[in-house]
């Protein structure tokens, strides 16, 4: 058995997790020797009842390993552990890491430096606009935006890190057989491509009412800075910010109209410290004081040259009248695709060669 099988047979335990594992390595050592160990050894450890001892010692009746490595391999995915390098410094430094992280693609250095994006599943356009432009403006910059593949703004921070061609990391609160909500499959494979998908829950750990909150708090370990888009006084964002604060991240909060129910939960944390912003670069100008040699922000209010554009960005912009034009009018012109073409639109928008204008419409700025 290697050591990252003898922690997935640990994380497929039920009732152990990864505080009562930590008490158990400081007795036996490793992952392996605690599975060797029998129950009278395990009764030991502080907290450890004879339930909890004859169910480690008696594992091989309760895990199947072998199943859950042949899935692993099926669905081509990484398994990583808390000592192996790639697994993130910051996430070691809460309360309770993960044992195990199931990755869909690929973690890299670049991620150490991580800034998670959350808010209300049921957002408004206001909500789900800033957190599109806002993920755009942190990735675009050299950050990873970390979020939970959920509805709402979740989805909206993924899709603007992609546009921006930087990297996004999706936590989610199930197993990857079991991916939730099911409609973003087809984003969890772009982020996949582009970043990674990762959870601590087997493969076919389906979603529950407390595999969420374990996510979030994988989603705060992860960032250096917490940005709540939209959320209601009542919800899972706030308990994210709540974790975030208690691990000593900096939260930020977008302010919203006061008669908004989704936007209640932002202006209350502004009412309790959290900072107040208004743009991406209001949160980059801050995390940069933390991280002196992180990748700058761009000068965003300095116009990139139209001869500096991408093949798209070109056909996009020449799709463009000096009159202002709806979506549908530019995305009939270009021949894009509808998706390609409001991320291409983002990206002229950040290099201020077009505005938008009420009404889904653009217009150029020079």
């Keep these: 058995m290697t050591r990252t099988e003898a922690y997935l047979a640990l994380n497929l335990l039920p009732k152990i ?5 930590r008490r158990l390595l400081e007795l036996f050592g490793t992952p392996e020797r605690i599975l060797s160990a029998k129950a009278h050894e395990i009764l030991q450890v502080e907290g450890f009842g004879r339930d909890l001892a004859d169910t480690i010692a008696g594992w091989e009746s309760t895990v199947d390993l072998s199943r859950e490595l042949r899935r692993i391999d099926e669905m081509e995915l990484t398994v990583i552990t808390q000592e192996d390098e790639v697994y993130s410094s910051v996430l070691k430094e809460i309360h309770a890491p993960p044992l195990v992280l199931y990755v869909w693609g690929q973690l890299t250095e670049r991620d150490r430096n991580a800034v998670g994006v959350v808010g209300s599943r049921q957002a408004s356009m206001y909500g789900l606009e800033a ?3 806002m993920s755009f403006q942190i990735a ?24 921006s061609k930087g990297r996004t990391i999706a936590v989610i609160g199930a197993g990857m057989g079991k991916l939730y909500p099911p ?3 087809g984003l969890a494979e772009r982020i996949a491509k582009q970043g990674a998908v990762i959870t601590e829950f087997p493969v076919d750990y389906p979603p529950d009412k407390q595999s969420f909150p374990l996510r979030n708090r994988i989603v705060a370990g992860l960032s250096s800075g917490l940005l709540v888009v939209e959320a209601p006084v009542r919800s899972g964002s706030l308990i994210t910010a709540n974790q975030a604060t208690e691990m000593g991240r900096t939260v930020f909060a977008v302010p919203g109209n006061i008669d908004r129910p989704t936007s209640a939960g932002c202006n209350r944390l502004i009412q309790q410290g959290a900072k107040l912003v208004m743009d991406g670069g209001d949160v980059l100008d ?27 960005e070109g056909v996009v912009f020449a799709a463009l009248g000096t009159e202002q034009s709806h979506i549908d009018q530019i995305t009939a012109r270009c021949g894009l695709s509808s998706a390609l073409v409001s991320a291409t639109l983002m990206r002229l928008e950040m290099k201020r060669l077009v505005r938008p204008l009420p009404g889904l419409r653009y217009v150029k700025l020079v």
């Design 17 to 21: 997790g990864p505080v009562r594992v």
């Design 131 to 133: 957190a599109k432009k």
């Design 140 to 163: 675009y910059a050299g950050f990873t935006v970390v979020s939970g593949l959920a509805r709402g703004i979740d989805t909206a921070a993924h899709e603007g890190a992609l546009a």
């Design 183 to 185: 409609e973003n499959m």
């Design 286 to 312: 801050d995390l940069m004081t933390l991280f002196p040699t992180a990748p700058r922000a761009p000068k965003l209010e300095a116009p990139a040259l139209p001869t500096n554009m991408s093949p798209d």
